[in-house]
């Protein structure tokens, strides 16, 4: 039995001022995922922190300057014997202007319901497939709404994380 090596991942859901959300088309030329989209982001080096890692990968790819929120999800990717695992979080726009690196070919603002209308990374469609589209206006209060649609999302991507992890 050959064991997964595990990979460190961060990725950024940018959101603009009509709350779309930022994706990326992978260059063709890339080993995985070629042509597919992605959300801003990139491995983990070592010594750096989440943060230090998305803003560095945000910057190289995009141009982009961010500042990043809170965390709103986690998904995994396999990759022959690397176990990728992807860190979301959320992040704004400080400054810059948006221009491509080689590893992407193109860009789009999309909102979240329509992200599957995309062909995705495999690893960002299981998480918009994982998301819960619950209406939860019944709690009350739109700030408690807010943290309702991050958190629960978060919390079954985590569980469905786990899950699979303690499967094998």
């Known amino acids: 039995m050959i064991d997964f090596v595990f990979g460190l991942s961060v990725r950024v859901l940018i959101t603009d001022e009509d709350n779309k959300i930022l994706i990326l088309k992978r260059s063709t030329d890339s080993k995985t995922n070629p042509g597919k989209w992605e959300l801003p982001g990139g491995k983990v080096d070592q010594g750096e922190s989440f943060d230090q890692a998305l803003i560095r990968e945000v910057s190289e790819e995009t141009g982009l300057k961010i500042s990043l929120e809170h965390v709103v999800g986690v998904s995994e990717q396999n990759l022959h014997l690397i176990r990728a695992v992807h860190i979301i979080m959320s992040g704004k726009i400080t400054e810059g ?39 939860n206006s019944e709690i009350g209060g739109e700030e408690v709404n807010q943290v309702t649609r991050t958190v629960k999302p978060w919390l079954k991507s985590v569980k469905n994380s786990m899950d699979k992890i303690l499967k094998q």
């Open 97 to 135: 202007t948006l221009t491509l690196s080689h590893e992407h070919e193109g860009y789009a603002w999309v909102f979240f319901e329509n992200l599957s209308e995309y062909e995705l990374a495999d690893w960002l469609e299981d998480f918009v497939n994982n998301q819960e589209t619950d209406d």
